[in-house]
């Protein structure tokens, strides 16, 4: 006996005009957007029923991916500790608890770091954050930003219970502070409500800085709170008041500075203020100049200054610590070909620059020489790359807070290797591996092996593929496989390690990292070619990407899934009209899919600030003609195709949930597929945000319910 399939859900049609450039468009679902009316809340929740029912079959493989992960993976743990101002710092977890810890202990001359003792914390430990014990009654819980006080004495951090990335900020006192009274880990601020991104403490502890958010999500202004005050009290530092620009807010390495960053897409400005002077005025390192990107390293006696003025995939630039101007910036290195220097971490004796290379991460140190800033002073040796012996893989600046070492915390990571962690000894280049993070339940990591595919767009360029699958498969044809995409920003998709993703490998899948233009991958070119009036380029690559795969026998030609989100959601709905017969299933998370109506809105977070990226449909007709050209929901058609789960949260800050919501409702009206055996699927996390759930074990759920989705559709349920 066969069981019938259920109903989907159906979305009422409601007549809505947008009239642009003399193009009038119906559209039939924008009133799903009020998520304050009962009708649209009773709708998300009918759809959430239906992926339920639809998949209800796929509970038994849900529960074995999820436990393989979980079996795999140390679920008590302690983080690689780090030394600063006579503290090691450290996160730990405990089996069974959804959130971990941030702790510290003493550093004892002649000790060891700390470290777990049968699961036991270690002696003397204090914890700074107990996000266990604050989240336990909250369905949903993120920390943004911390900060620990120069002198060690006071703890900020700021939490979100909602998923809307909007943040309350708490002090706690974590030392002995003769000026404050009261015992050690008591709340001494918890007055200001609603924050952003970013804080930093003044040198002597007694103000802290932190951003504020407009109506329209963005960051644009910076304060000044002094601890233990009324927040209405509280001082406006920086106001910026072109809706192009973000702004944040950090310390320097050294504790010396309170820096102060403007950035739009394409032109950003800093500005410095002294940390032992909160109440002075921020000082501009130089006034911003269309399509110029800058940052400002201190460092020292100087400042470093990674920028764009004079060579498109940027250049490492010094300048006087006080100067005013780009006019001061005496060049250090400029990127060569093939390469785009990334950004610079000052140290006392060092500096070390991250860089891109043939498409993937770099790292390389500079001596200091102690020569003066000017033209007959160069102030820094030659550089020396920092390497690592993998084809493929992602290296960075790890943790290390101390401006004063001479020894580099690195990670790396790739395809086949876990996160490792090294310390780098920059005076003598010996390098030693502080920790792998453990994969557990008999995995054997030399099963799996990394490559590099290249494809063919249509233009001609090579785009490459970074590709893992276990040993024991062939290019025959036969495969199932899943092709990951961005695509975005200039956001380079890198090589990562996942535990969950050996769930899919050992069923037999090639997984394939797409790096398409539109990313940071290759330079700034590889960018450039990927956005506005080009951004076609981004899908079309994909494509290609996925066309390679079937076409070397890597994936068979009804066994390819491809997953995406965000503006990667941007992506997969845009590869699912323009070839829906390459994909036998799509898995869009929180996708930005109803692009042109979203930036023809300048209320909404991603639109002012986006114009850069996608350019100004508003004002230019040709803007709008070819982002309507693209935009997912307004070139969904009659046709099949494949089958999709769409995956969101209902307080999602950056992609409104209404994206995917009206997107499905459109595919159910107008897709020509059989629904039982190709759905379209919404799933909503009713308390969550752009990241999805919160807490461990949740989200390890979240994944294994996606990925026996993916198995399933690809026929590699085995």
């Known amino acids: 006996m066969t069981t019938a399939s259920p109903e989907p859900p159906v979305a009422r049609r409601v007549e809505t005009i947008r009239e642009h450039h003399g193009d009038r468009v119906v559209d039939h679902y924008e009133w799903l957007r009020d998520k304050t009316s009962p009708e649209v809340l009773a709708h998300l929740e009918a759809e959430n ?9 796929l509970a038994p493989l849900t529960e074995q991916v999820y436990d393989e992960i979980r079996t795999r993976t140390q679920e008590t743990d302690l983080s690689v500790p780090s030394a600063y101002r006579g503290w090691w710092y450290y996160s730990r977890i405990t089996a069974g608890e959804q959130y971990g810890r941030e702790c510290r202990v003493p550093v004892r001359p002649g000790e060891q770091p700390p470290a777990l003792t049968d699961g036991a914390p270690p002696v003397g430990e204090q914890v700074l954050l107990d996000a266990e014990a604050l989240a336990a009654d909250a369905d949903f ?6 900060e620990i006080s120069h002198d060690g004495t006071c703890y900020a951090y700021a939490v979100d219970t909602a998923g809307d990335e909007i943040y309350d900020l708490v002090v706690t006192r974590v030392g002995d502070d003769p000026t404050r009274t009261g015992p050690v880990g008591e709340v001494i601020d918890d007055a200001v409500r609603k924050v952003g991104y970013g804080l930093a403490f003044s040198r002597d502890g007694r103000h802290i800085f932190y951003s504020r958010n407009d109506d329209a999500w963005r960051q644009f202004q910076v304060w000044r709170h002094e601890i233990g005050t009324p927040a209405e009290q509280d001082v406006l530092v920086h106001e910026e008041t072109d809706e192009r620009f973000w702004v944040g807010v950090g310390s320097s390495r050294d504790d010396a500075w309170i820096i102060i960053a403007a950035g739009s897409k394409d032109t950003s400005e800093t500005w410095l203020l002294p940390a032992d002077d909160p109440c002075g005025e921020p000082r501009c390192v130089a006034p911003r100049r269309e399509g110029v990107e800058y940052d400002a390293e201190p460092a020292g006696d100087r400042l470093l200054i990674t920028h764009n003025a004079t060579h498109e995939d940027f ?5 006087p610590l006080g100067s005013t101007s780009a006019d001061a910036w005496q060049s250090l290195y400029a990127a060569a070909p093939g390469e785009r220097v990334v950004g610079v971490d000052a140290f006392e004796a060092h500096v070390v620059v991250s860089l891109r290379r043939d498409g993937l991460t770099a790292l390389a140190v500079m001596d200091r020489t102690g020569d003066p800033v000017g033209p007959d002073g160069r102030g820094f040796g030659p ?40 310390d780098v000894d920059l005076v003598t280049g010996d390098r030693t591996l502080l920790r792998q993070t453990p994969v557990l339940g008999g995995v054997d990591l030399g099963d799996y092996v990394q490559h590099r595919e290249w494809a063919t767009a249509a233009d001609g360029t090579r785009i490459p593929i970074s590709v893992v699958h276990r040993k024991d498969v062939v290019a025959d044809g036969t495969a199932p496989g899943l092709i990951y995409g961005y695509g975005s920003y200039e956001a380079s998709m890198d090589p990562w390690f996942s535990v969950a993703r050996l769930s899919l490998l050992d069923r037999g899948f090639v997984w394939a990292l797409a790096h398409v233009r539109g990313g940071g991958e290759m330079g700034r070119q590889w960018y450039l070619q990927g956005r506005r009036l080009h951004k076609r380029n981004t899908f079309t690559d994909f494509v290609a990407c996925a066309e390679h795969l079937v076409d070397t026998g890597w994936v068979a030609p009804d066994r390819l899934v491809a997953e995406g989100g965000s503006a990667g959601g941007l992506l997969m709905g845009a590869v699912a009209n323009l070839a829906p017969e390459r994909f036998r299933a799509i898995h869009a998370q929180v996708p930005f899919v109803d692009a042109l109506t979203t930036i023809l809105d300048p209320s909404l977070p991603l639109t002012v ?47 409104y949930y209404v994206e995917p919501a009206k997107w499905v409702a459109r595919l159910r009206e107008l897709a020509t597929n059989d629904l039982a055996t190709r759905p379209i699927l919404l799933k909503t996390e009713m308390v969550a945000g752009h990241g999805g759930v919160s807490g461990r074990y949740h989200a390890w759920r979240q994944a294994a319910f996606e990925y026996a989705w993916l198995i399933d559709q690809a026929g590699a349920s085995a």
């Open 609 to 655: 600030g986006e114009w850069e990226e996608w350019g100004n449909p508003l004002a230019d007709p040709e803007v709008y003609a070819y982002m309507k050209a693209y935009s997912p929901y307004d070139n969904v058609a009659a046709r099949p195709y494949p089958a999709i789960l769409a995956t969101t949260s209902l307080n999602d800050s950056r992609v």
């Open 383 to 422: 550089m020396r790359p920092i390497g690592l012996d993998e084809e493929l893989g992602t290296i960075g600046v790890g943790d290390t807070p101390d401006y004063g070492s001479h020894v580099l915390r690195i990670g790396f990571t790739s395809l086949v290797t876990p996160r490792s962690v090294y």
């Open 49 to 57: 029923f239906y992926t339920e029912a639809m998949t209800a079959h």
């Open 315 to 319: 250049e490492l630039a010094q300048a």
């Open 141 to 146: 819980f993120a920390v943004g930003s911390s």
